[in-house]
């Protein structure tokens, strides 16, 4: 079974602090994902990488930045929390090209105070 | 306009009946056609995995794409307590490894 690993489930954050969210595939997939889900508004791509080190912004990229090291880590950074980032952060992994199905991770809660 | 509408319901039905969740799209690019469960604080799932037009059955449940009317469904049959879930879809054209995202639509079945 394909396994996307999020390190945290439920994090509390002051406003303004630097906050990491890592991600952990066991598959060997080339694509991995953040999104963050909010009620009503689904899920919106914040950055991809198909390849170590690359990456591209996805839909909502303004105030995170991602950092792909090595094939299996994903992480999301938050350079300066801010209160309207408090969100469901879903990571997620897909195999080579297009039509791949897409597995997630279980989620982290961020909540920014 | 949004890419992909879904009825955010919520929706609420007894035990054994039939659930029909359905989704549009704008885009008549989309060729890779998914259903997602999710459950409460818990990441999405795939459930249902449909390329291009036509049916697909597995078990209980049927998904059904119209490109003709860009338009796609999800059918539950003898609906348990355990399909309680929101649900997503979510689509995808060639050549593209991203997906796009339905809002979801929050499904209870009553015992």
């Known amino acids: 079974d394909v396994k996307v690993t999020q390190s945290s489930r439920y994090l509390v954050k002051r406003t303004g602090e630097k906050v990491f969210l890592e991600c952990v595939q066991d598959?060997?997939?080339?694509?991995m994902f953040w999104y963050r889900q909010d009620p009503g508004l689904g899920l919106r791509l914040i950055y991809f990488?198909?390849?170590?080190?690359?990456?591209e912004k996805g839909d909502i990229p303004e105030g995170y930045s991602v950092s792909r090291e090595k094939k299996e880590r994903f992480s999301l950074i938050l350079e300066s929390a801010s209160t309207n980032q408090t969100s469901m952060y879903l990571c997620a992994s897909s195999w080579g090209a297009s039509g791949n199905t897409i597995y997630f991770g279980e989620g982290s809660w961020l909540t920014v105070v | 306009q949004k890419e992909v509408e879904q009825d955010p319901g919520p929706l609420s039905v007894p035990e054994g009946a039939i659930v029909s969740l359905n989704c549009t799209y704008s885009n008549s690019a989309f060729q890779y056609f998914m259903w997602y469960r999710q459950y409460s604080r818990k990441g999405p799932e795939l459930l249902m995995y449909t390329y291009s037009s036509g049916n697909k059955e597995d078990g209980r449940f049927t998904a059904q794409v119209d490109k003709s009317s860009k338009y796609i469904s999800l059918f539950i049959r003898d609906s348990q307590p355990s399909d309680s879930a929101t649900y997503l879809c979510?689509?995808?054209?060639?050549?593209?490894?991203?997906?796009?995202f339905g809002a979801g639509t929050t499904v209870t079945v009553r015992a």
């Open positions: 598959m060997d997939h080339e694509n």
């Open positions: 979510a689509m995808s054209p060639p050549n593209d490894y991203k997906l796009s």
């Open positions: 990488s198909y390849d170590v080190k690359m990456k």
